[in-house]
T-cell receptor
Framework: GAVVSQHPSRVICKSGTSVKIECRSL??????MFWYRQFPKQSLMLMAT?????????EQGVEKDKFLINHASLTLSTLTVTSAHPEDSSFYIC???????????FGQGTRLTVV | RKEVEQDPGPFNVPEGATVAFNCTYS??????FFWYRQDCRKEPKLLMS???SGNEDGRFTAQLNRASQYISLLIRDSKLSDSATYLC??????????FGAGTRLFVKA
């Protein structure tokens, strides 16, 4: 199947700093990318949906100024957690989809720990 | 009512057992349905799509009931390696993809 690469896989940062997570589709053009967050033993929660070249659509309760999403090309989307706090510690996963009718492929996830 | 609902389980079954999960969805206009599998601390991976006529892939059978707005996943002859969380995924249309909370399955020897 198609490959989506997410980087870094694990990051530890200090409270108040910003962290950038990259999501790349390696062998297809991703019209749409999704960013999810998953707390331990809980389900994936959609944070935002981004389409290449346009602003991301954020889910209710997700602060767009805190979680900056950039989908500048058909193969790359980035999520920046600004001014991270310990409560932002979570597993962040991206997924990418070529068209509305195709399967979404997931990145490997990024485990963020804010200390 | 949640857009997609699943029984969280856990389902504890012996090897060789048959186990079934259901998932209900609220949007009657939903167009696409999938089952994903997620192992602990890993990303979800597509298990199978769910087609209107029902479909089978080895020991796994998926069915869709549009009238009652649910999909199901049946696992026959459970293996230890089937232990995972099974996520129901619904696409109402457009860009959105909605995940259920997942059903945890433990298969024991």
């Amino acid at each position: 199947g198609a490959v989506v690469s997410q980087h870094p896989s694990r990051v530890i940062c200090k409270s108040g700093t910003s962290v950038k997570i990259e999501c790349r589709s390696l062998d297809f053009q991703a019209t749409t990318m999704f960013w999810y967050r998953q707390f331990p033993k809980q389900s994936l929660m959609l944070m935002a949906t981004s389409n290449e070249g346009s602003k991301a659509t954020y889910e209710q309760g997700v602060e767009k100024d805190k979680f900056l999403i950039n989908h500048a090309s058909l193969t790359l989307s980035t999520l920046t957690v600004t001014s991270a706090h310990p409560e932002d510690s979570s597993f962040y996963i991206c997924s990418a989809r070529a068209t509305a009718n195709t399967e979404a492929f997931f990145g490997q996830g990024t485990r963020l720990t804010v200390v | 009512r949640k857009e997609v609902e699943q029984d969280p389980g856990p389902f504890n079954v012996p090897e060789g057992a048959t186990v079934a999960f259901n998932c209900t969805y609220s949007n009657s206009a939903s167009q696409s349905f999938f089952w994903y599998r997620q192992d602990c601390r890993k990303e979800p991976k597509l298990l199978m799509s769910v087609y209107s006529s029902g479909n089978e892939d080895g020991r796994f059978t998926a069915q869709l009931n549009r009238a009652s707005q649910y999909i199901s996943l049946l696992i026959r002859d459970s293996k230890l390696s089937d232990s995972a969380t099974y996520l129901c995924v619904v696409r109402p249309g457009g860009f959105k993809t909605i995940f259920g909370a997942g059903t945890r399955l433990f298969v024991k020897a």
